[in-house]
């Protein structure tokens, strides 16, 4: 086994081993060519001498090789090593798994979206003749512009030709006929694609109680109820309850308005009562049972006392004028005395309300001559005259200058030192 998986692997750069706890070995790598980076996933055992199950191999295989959609992680080869079957994938170096965004908080319109791209996928494998059963929000990628991309197309079905299976827990994405080994078919991808946007909405696996699966509305209250019906019937636990394939789904999800539902009112519960179960001792906002919204008891507020609208204001009442003198100082000329108009502001109301505001306060009136007695008889302030600045002969207080050299009297100096030595 070991000398099959080398033969595989051989040839790809960077090889390393990433891990087997999926059913399946798996390695990275790049191609030897290209340089692209790729997947490859070996299945555990060997697909057996029984003709038909190599029939059934080929077929699948050409059928895998052959899909070609945006929505699908692309295939580079799927093949056989002497009995040990492989499957080669483009790596999905910047996407994130959509298992890991199911706790953020999704809009209505995103994750319908996000549906319909996975659902647009799925159709294309089924043309060619593929179907998915196994399909879960591992299985599904978002790359950083937005798209998402469908992996693993096809696999569910080789485990079963070589008789292996996924060692898992059950999961809640995953329709009950699955649990109990019948082949894969559209309505079970209709239930995990359901499952998936359930999970969106609500933010929560499908809940179901007392065999009743819950509408995503009830923990969400801006799924609309159309929406509410067409989750409900795929997820249907009878297969031949849901929608048939795929292409169904889609087309009842699209005819869904993506408008936020009005929030339905809730009757008055008194004494803290849930009016969908009918738990007693309720105090908080949702019900400790079922999670029903509860709307708060209204308390009655005290009546306020009755307002006397006022009447009509008069806008033509004359507006007094007060006069004030003020002064003004400027140096060098004492004091002016200068005259300022100020309106008075009136009340607007009128008749027996404005008879109840107090009197208006007279404007005070300034008398100049008790501030400033005999202004006419002050001094003129007066500027003194700056004193002279004194005068300074440069010439008697610098130092003279030392005389240049000339160039005559450098080159004597330089005879007379070679001279001396």
């Known amino acids: 086994m070991r000398d099959l998986v080398r033969q595989i692997v051989d040839g790809y750069r960077s090889l390393k081993l990433e891990g ?3 059913g399946y070995v798996l390695f990275s790598g790049q191609e030897p060519d290209s340089r692209e980076s790729v997947a490859i996933k070996i299945l555990p055992r060997l697909l057996g001498q029984d003709p038909a199950i ?3 191999f080929e077929a699948l295989a050409r059928a895998i090789r052959q899909l070609n959609h945006p929505n699908i992680v692309p295939v580079r080869k799927v093949g056989e090593q002497a009995g040990l ?3 080669v994938t483009r790596a999905l170096e910047k996407a994130q798994p959509l298992a890991d965004r199911l706790d953020q908080p999704w809009a209505i319109d995103a994750a319908a979206d996000v549906v319909m791209q996975v659902g647009a996928a799925l159709e294309h494998a089924y043309n060619k003749g593929v179907v ?3 399909l879960t929000p591992e299985d599904i990628v978002i790359e950083n512009n937005g798209r998402i991309l469908v992996s693993n197309l096809g696999l569910d079905e080789l485990f079963n030709l070589v008789g292996a299976r996924v060692k898992e827990t059950a ?3 995953l329709p009950p006929e699955r649990s109990t080994g019948q082949a894969p078919e559209p309505p079970a991808d209709v239930y995990s694609l359901a499952a998936i946007l359930y999970a969106l909405l609500a933010h929560r696996p499908p809940q179901v109680i007392a065999g ?13 109820e159309a929406m509410d019906q067409v989750v409900v019937r795929a997820l249907a636990p ?3 309850d849901r929608y048939p394939d795929i292409k169904t789904f889609a087309a009842a999800l699209g005819s869904v308005s993506l408008v936020p539902a009005k929030p339905k009112p809730l009757p008055t519960t008194p004494g803290g009562r849930c009016p969908r179960c009918g738990a007693t001792g309720q105090t908080g906002r949702f019900c400790r049972k079922c999670g029903t919204a509860l709307r708060p008891r209204k308390e009655k507020k005290p009546a306020s006392p009755e307002r006397v609208p006022p009447e009509k204001s008069v806008l033509d009442e004359p507006i007094q004028i007060t006069r004030i003198d003020v002064g003004s100082i400027e140096v060098g000329k004492g004091i002016e005395v200068e005259q300022t108009v100020i309106a008075q502001p009136i009340s607007v109301a009128t008749s027996e309300v404005g008879a109840q505001f107090p009197d208006l306060l007279p404007m005070p009136e300034l008398d100049l001559q ?4 005999d202004q006419d008889k002050q001094p003129v302030l007066t500027m003194p005259k700056p004193p002279e600045m004194p005068s300074i002969d440069w010439a008697e207080v610098a130092p003279p200058m030392p005389p240049v050299p000339s160039i005559e009297d450098i080159a004597i100096d330089r005879e007379h030192d070679g001279e001396n030595d």
């Open 238 to 240: 009878n297969p031949a």
């Open 370 to 373: 008790d501030l400033w007695p």
């Open 54 to 56: 190599a029939q059934r």
């Open 171 to 173: 999961s809640p994405f």
């Open 20 to 22: 087997q706890d999926q």
């Open 85 to 87: 079957p492989y499957l």
């Open 132 to 134: 998915h059963g196994h």
């Open 212 to 224: 009743q699966v819950q509408p995503p509305s009830r923990f969400n209250p801006d799924v609309p």
